[in-house]
């Protein structure tokens, strides 16, 4: 499945695609003068995207109602894995033949913004952020290094979502737990049952990722979490030790042995199978467990989650991911361009998907009707819709590159000798940021 193979991909191809960005750098340069974004919505768009079988028809029906509602535009969806996509993407934005529309992480979001490559959506964003369709926190994460917003959020992912069967823990006679004191009781008590407690698809490396961005937004807070990703501090801040001290207990007492043996389709479907209690995953696991483990489970009854308690008394910060289109400025149709980019921001478009389903829309005037079951509302429910709500985007695709590759690695060894202050060590020399 995309959502598996995309998150395993994104080690094997971090390094690549930055070897590439000084080509980049060096095409860019001061360049002509980019085409206006004026004039009539017509032409042909090219967009690149990574989704592919019941996510990619669902993608179709969204570009479907664009065409329909501009009839002079028509769409070429180029689907590429994404083990190949970015890679892709950087050559033919350095050949000056990039699509006109382009998903990507946050990462090359930036590197392409800061060579002047993007179209420049501050207008657009204005707009939605003073009509609540998105609050500043949401908007933070589409932000280039121009200084401008260069790209739209169109899928979201809510994750820190403890999933599990209510049935088992009717069984076990546990009750959902709503402090980090009722959370450990819990996971006591089913080890004391001989039930354990979480299943970790660490042979996958990025599962382990789940874990540090949901503890280090409980622990260490929002602002600590943001300033880590944009390297305005260091690993060895102590708000960001004292989180990877808390991990450290966690695995200690309550991950099983298998947690870097174990796939994350193991982990999952060991889950289903009532081999352990919990699962720490983001929302898209609704969709996951009925089609990577063969089993007909009912939203609410046989699968549902719960959020991952606050560490202390402060509410815990929203941990989101999700899915950024951007436009190139080299578009020959640039008021097409923006008006798609318009268009996949816009809940008209992500009410498509989330009434097929598997989907969390980041527009928040997509209704809570539009999802067709409990755990999708749920899910969708936890989204950031209030302009004071923290939240805090996925670290290390926030991050990207050779960092991101390496921490991931970091992180195994992390979870194999619990040794907080080597990791740190560790961290200090592949992230040096904060020191630049």
């Known amino acids: 499945m995309r959502l598996m193979t995309r998150r395993h991909a994104r080690v094997t191809t971090g390094v690549a695609t930055a070897l590439l960005l000084s080509t980049v750098a060096a095409c860019a340069g001061s360049g002509g003068s980019a085409p206006s974004s004026g004039g009539k919505i017509e032409g042909k768009l090219r967009v690149l995207s990574n989704w592919t079988g019941s996510e990619g028809d669902a993608f179709k029906q969204v570009i479907k109602g664009f065409e329909a509602k501009h009839p002079s535009v028509k769409v070429q969806i180029e689907t590429v ?61 589409a932000q280039g290094l121009d200084g401008h917003t260069d790209a739209v959020l169109f899928k979201g992912n809510v994750n820190a979502l403890i999933w599990y069967n209510p049935k088992q823990m009717a069984k076990l006679g546990l009750s959902v737990p709503h402090t980090w004191a009722q959370f450990t009781s819990v996971l006591n008590a089913a080890k004391a049952k001989g039930v354990t407690p979480f299943a970790v698809g660490g042979k996958d490396q990025w599962p382990l990722t789940q874990w540090t961005d949901s503890i280090l937004l409980r622990v260490a807070g929002a602002t600590a979490f943001n300033d880590l990703a944009r390297g305005k501090i260091g690993w060895d801040d102590p708000r960001i030790v004292k989180s990877f001290r808390v991990f450290a207990n966690m695995i200690r007492s309550y991950f099983p042995s298998t947690s870097l043996s174990s796939s994350f389709t193991d982990a999952t479907c060991g889950r289903v199978a009532g081999k352990f209690l919990f699962e720490n995953q983001g929302a898209f696991i609704n969709l996951v467990d009925p089609q990577e483990c063969g089993t007909n489970l009912v939203p609410g009854k046989d699968l549902s989650f719960f959020e ?9 910060p929203q941990f989101v991911s999700g899915d950024l289109f951007m436009g190139a400025k080299a578009s020959k149709h640039p008021a097409a361009t923006r008006a798609l980019l318009e268009y996949l921001a816009s809940p008209q478009a992500q009410e498509i998907w989330a009434k097929i389903g598997g989907y969390v829309a980041p527009n928040a005037k997509v209704p809570a009707s539009a999802y067709p079951n409990v755990n999708d509302r749920n899910a969708a429910a936890l989204w950031p819709k209030n302009p004071s709500q923290r939240a805090g985007y996925d670290l290390d695709d926030w991050i990207g590159g050779e960092i991101q590759v390496k921490y991931e690695q970091a ?26």
């Open 411 to 436: 992180l195994s060894q992390f979870v194999r000798d619990s040794d907080v202050d080597a990791f740190i060590s560790k961290m200090k020399q592949i992230d040096t940021r904060s020191h630049q």
């Open 308 to 316: 991952m308690p606050a560490y202390g008394s402060a509410p815990a």
């Open 81 to 141: 894995p994404f083990e190949q996509g970015q890679a892709l993407l950087t050559q033919q934005f350095a050949q000056g033949s990039p699509p006109d529309v382009s998903v990507a992480l946050p990462g090359l979001v930036r590197t392409f913004s800061q060579q002047g490559l993007l179209m420049n959506l501050d207008s657009s964003w204005d707009k939605w952020v003073s009509g609540g369709e998105y609050t500043p926190s949401v908007r933070d994460m």
